[in-house]
């Protein structure tokens, strides 16, 4: 009874995060269990919560091999956790409570909406049905196609179609997994494979209200009537794919006479592509990212700590998050107080936000690459890189991810937590249900900048 109480005295952010601890702990003990692993593996505690919290947070760092450590079962294991952190965990809770015959009352629509980012509670069942579905769809889609395309790579169908199956999950969550052994680089020169997965990377990370009105907008639209994209939709599609391709080209001008020095046309543009799209929050790679010059490697940064998109299978900053603090500092340098776009006013909260969202980050981002370079060997460069990978629930690395000491490995699993759950929502974690202001004390300016 006490647990039931302190429980409703929670706020709808730290049930969401004890969740998410809760899915981390479940996943920790599936993925430890004995028939997970091949014969003769070793494997640590510290390991164990390190990859769970890497497939909950859909990041894909991992400090083992995925190929060479875990059985077909723990493949499949590990899928399923995949699941847990790309849809979301009041996704599935929300398809468990609807199976079970559970009304979903106002406390479960404010868990979806926490866990969704929304700022509405009407229309979240609706929500959840759709995104799975969507998911689902992907996936089998991907599977379906990869399965068949896979023959032939594989010796027989059931390993091609295990292959394909585990691909289309990793690439459609952004988990950034493989059981390759070598992520994408045997399909460096096979752009069929590589398209395949930058869809499905790009359908996990844009962001579920965008494909859902996407959805409406080709299947439900009525005769004479004009159908009308949120400011939500129209601004996160123009910033995703605007980073997508100012990202590709910046890569291939960085590296035009480094890395793409000898490779054909199409080779560098895959190359350029497939590397931008990952940054998004794939993780996958179709070359040896320490190939890249270190101007280069810092932009990946960069794009890594912006991220995917809000309601996504993403973390990071988020798309709209950078798109409003560019927006908004161009309004001030042009000497207006308020901003604007597509023919909106954006809203004073939402602006403040993105900004505690970019100063939080940066200094949580700032504080691990401080902490990483006093107890790791590593270059500055590797530690940003791991340290905006993990954050941004990429995956992407260096190489240094199996060489982390103890304490390492514990900041970079504090880093994919928070990019999980989002900034906001870990600002709101200590946080209890507070009562509204009711007073205001005089204003005063002071002097800035």
Known sequence: MKIKEKATELSSVQLIVLFYVGAVILST???????????????????????????????????????????????????????????????????????????????????????QNRGTLSGLVKLMRQILGMIILFEAIGTLILGVYFLKYFPSWQEAFHQGFFAAVSATTNAGFDITGNS?????????????????????????????????????????????????????????????FLGAGLIWLLEIQNFMVGKTWDQALFYSLF????????????????????????????????????????????????AVGILTVYHFAMGRKSV???????????????FIVIFT?????????????VTEPFSLVAIVFEVTSAFGTTGLSLGITPELSTVGKVVIIFLMFVGRIGIISFLLMTRANAPEERYHYPKEQIITG
């Open 340 to 354: 604007k776009v597509f023919g909106r006013e954006l809203y004073h909260d939402d602006i403040l936000k993105s």
């Open 29 to 115: 003990v599936l993925l430890s269990l004995p028939f997970a692993h091949k014969a003769d593996i070793e494997w640590r505690f510290i390991d164990a919560l390190f990859t769970a919290v890497s497939a909950i947070s859909v990041t894909g760092l991992t400090v083992v091999s995925t190929a060479d450590t875990f059985s077909d079962i723990g493949t499949y294991i590990l899928a399923f956790v995949l699941q847990f952190g790309g849809i979301g965990i009041m996704t599935l809770g929300t398809f468990i409570w609807l199976l079970i015959g559970k009304k979903i009352g106002m406390k479960e629509r404010k868990l979806i909406s926490t866990d």
């Open 275 to 322: 590397q931008s799209v990952t940054t998004r929050n794939g993780g996958l790679a179709t070359m040896d990212v320490n190939e890249f010059t270190q101007a280069t490697k810092l932009w990946l940064c960069l794009l890594m700590f912006i991220g995917a998109s809000p309601s996504s299978v993403g973390g990071g900053i988020r798309t709209t998050t950078f």
């Open 361 to 373: 980050a940066t200094g949580i981002c700032g504080l691990a690459v401080v902490i990483l370079s």
């Open 184 to 244: 994408l680089v045997p399909f460096a020169d096979d752009y069929f494979v590589q398209t395949i997965n930058m869809i499905l990377l790009i359908l996990g990370a844009i962001g579920f209200p965008v494909l859902i009105e996407l959805k409406d907008y080709l299947f439900q639209r009525k005769e004479k009537t004009i159908y009308r994209f949120t400011l939500f939709t129209k601004v996160t599609t123009l910033t995703f794919f605007i980073l997508v």
